[in-house]
C-alpha cells in the first residue's frame, strides 16, 4: 500500500476513535510526540517522588507517614506504567532514563521547586495532584491504546492523592495560628507553579495543533489551566485560605474566574534547567540509579537462574517422558 493510504486508514481509525495500537502503522511524528510525551511524564512521576521522599522521616504521625509513603509508592508505580506504555514505542528504558540523567529528556517543571514545611506535602497533594488529573483524566482517552489504559488506573490513584492533600491542609487550616500560617505559605508558593504545569499558553505551545488534530491532546492547555483555576478557586474559600493572586475574580459573563498574569520568564528558566532544584533533582537520580546497580544486577541473575533451572527441568520432564 502506498504511504497515503496507511495515512489514511490511520487517520480514519483517529476520526473514528479507534485506539492505535503497538503494532499499527503510525505516522514516525506520532510516534515520536507520544515517545516524548510519555516519557516526559514517566520522569516526572519518577523525579516528582524527591520533593515528598523529603518528608517521610518527618511527617507528624504514623498515620501521616503512612499515607505520605503510600503516594510516593504510587507515584513509582506510576513510572512504571508509564515507561511499559513509552516502551511500546520502540524506545528501551534504559535509553529513556539515559536521556533524563543527561538532561536530554523533560520533566515537569513543578518539582524543581523545594518542599519546605510539612504544609507542602499537602499542597502538593491538593494543587500538585489535582492539576494532574484534571490534564490526566483527558489523557484516559488519548488515542494512543497502552498509555490511554495506563492513564485510567493512574487517574484512579491520584484522585486519592489530591483528597489525603486537602485533608491535610484542611486539619491545618483549622489548627494552632502557627499551622493556619504554615497552610497558607505553603498556597502562596505552590500556586503559581501549579498553574505553569499546564505548559505554555495556547499561543506558545509548539506541540498543541498537531497533538490536538491526533487526539493525543483532548483539551488545550489555557482550557485546562481555566479549568482548574475555577476548581481551585472554589474549594479554597472551604479552607478558608486565599490565592495568592489579587487578580483572581468571578467573571460572569464568561462563566469563569479571571486570574492574574504568569511569570512565564520563570516557567521557562526552569524548563531550561535553571529553577530552584533542578541541579538537586537530576543529581538525587543519578546517585539513586548508580547506587541501585546492584539491585538490578542481582535481579537479572536471579531471573537467568530462574529460567536455567525451568529450562533443565523441562529438559528432564521430556527426557524422562522419552523413556
Ligand atoms: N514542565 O507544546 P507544549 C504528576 C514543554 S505528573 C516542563 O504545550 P505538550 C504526578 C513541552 O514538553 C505531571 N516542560 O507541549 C505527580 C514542550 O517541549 P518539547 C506531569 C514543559 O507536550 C504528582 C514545550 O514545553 N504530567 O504531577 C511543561 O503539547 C505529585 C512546549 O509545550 C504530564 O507529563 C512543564 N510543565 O503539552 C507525581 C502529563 N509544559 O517536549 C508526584 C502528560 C510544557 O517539545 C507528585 N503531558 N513543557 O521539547 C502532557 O499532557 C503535555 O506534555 C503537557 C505539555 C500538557 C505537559
Redesign the pocket.
Known amino acids: 500500500m502506498p504511504v497515503q493510504d496507511f495515512e489514511q486508514v490511520f487517520q480514519d481509525k483517529i476520526d473514528g476513535e479507534i485506539k492505535i495500537e503497538p503494532k499499527d502503522w503510525m505516522p514516525d511524528a506520532y510516534r515520536k510526540t507520544n515517545l516524548?510525551?510519555i516519557s516526559?511524564?514517566a520522569h516526572?512521576?519518577v523525579v516528582?517522588?524527591l520533593p515528598?521522599g523529603n518528608w517521610v522521616t518527618r511527617a507528624p504521625s504514623l498515620k501521616r507517614k503512612a499515607i505520605l509513603l503510600a503516594k510516593i509508592q504510587d507515584?513509582a508505580g506510576?513510572g512504571l506504567y508509564l515507561y511499559s506504555a513509552a516502551e511500546t514505542l520502540g524506545m528501551s528504558r534504559d535509553e529513556m532514563i539515559g536521556d533524563l540523567h543527561s538532561g536530554k529528556a523533560?520533566?515537569?517543571?513543578?518539582f524543581n521547586y523545594p518542599a519546605l514545611t510539612w504544609a507542602d506535602m499537602g499542597a502538593?497533594g491538593w494543587l500538585?495532584?489535582g492539576a494532574?488529573i484534571l490534564?490526566?483524566v483527558m489523557?484516559c482517552r488519548t488515542s494512543y491504546g497502552p498509555y490511554a489504559r495506563a492513564m485510567v488506573r493512574i487517574c484512579k490513584e491520584?484522585s486519592f492523592?489530591q483528597r489525603q492533600g486537602f485533608e491535610s491542609l484542611l486539619v491545618l487550616s483549622k489548627g494552632t495560628d502557627e499551622q493556619k500560617a504554615m497552610c497558607q505559605d505553603a498556597i502562596n508558593r505552590w500556586w503559581w507553579p501549579s498553574l505553569?504545569?499546564?505548559?505554555?499558553k495556547d499561543s506558545e505551545?509548539?506541540?498543541?495543533d498537531q497533538?490536538m488534530k491526533w487526539k493525543i491532546?483532548r483539551k488545550s492547555?489555557d482550557e485546562l489551566r481555566q479549568q482548574f483555576v475555577d476548581m481551585i478557586a472554589q474549594q479554597i474559600k472551604v479552607l478558608g485560605m486565599k490565592l495568592p493572586d489579587e487578580a483572581l475574580q468571578w467573571n460572569e459573563q464568561r462563566g469563569h474566574y479571571d486570574f492574574g498574569a504568569i511569570n512565564w520568564d520563570e516557567f521557562w528558566a526552569v524548563?531550561k534547567g535553571n529553577g530552584p532544584c533542578n541541579k538537586q533533582r537530576l543529581e538525587a537520580r543519578r546517585k539513586a540509579h548508580e547506587q541501585g546497580a546492584w539491585v538490578r544486577e542481582a535481579a537479572m541473575a536471579y531471573a537467568a537462574k530462574t529460567a536455567q533451572k525451568k529450562a533443565a527441568a523441562a529438559m528432564q520432564a521430556g527426557a524422562l517422558e522419552m523413556a
Do not use: C, W
Open positions: 516524548r510525551q516526559q511524564h516526572s512521576e516528582g517522588m515528598e507515584e506510576h523533560k520533566y515537569s517543571s513543578i502538593i500538585v495532584d494532574a490534564n490526566q489523557l491520584e492523592h505553569m504545569m499546564f505548559g505554555p505551545s509548539t506541540n498543541s497533538s491532546k492547555n524548563v
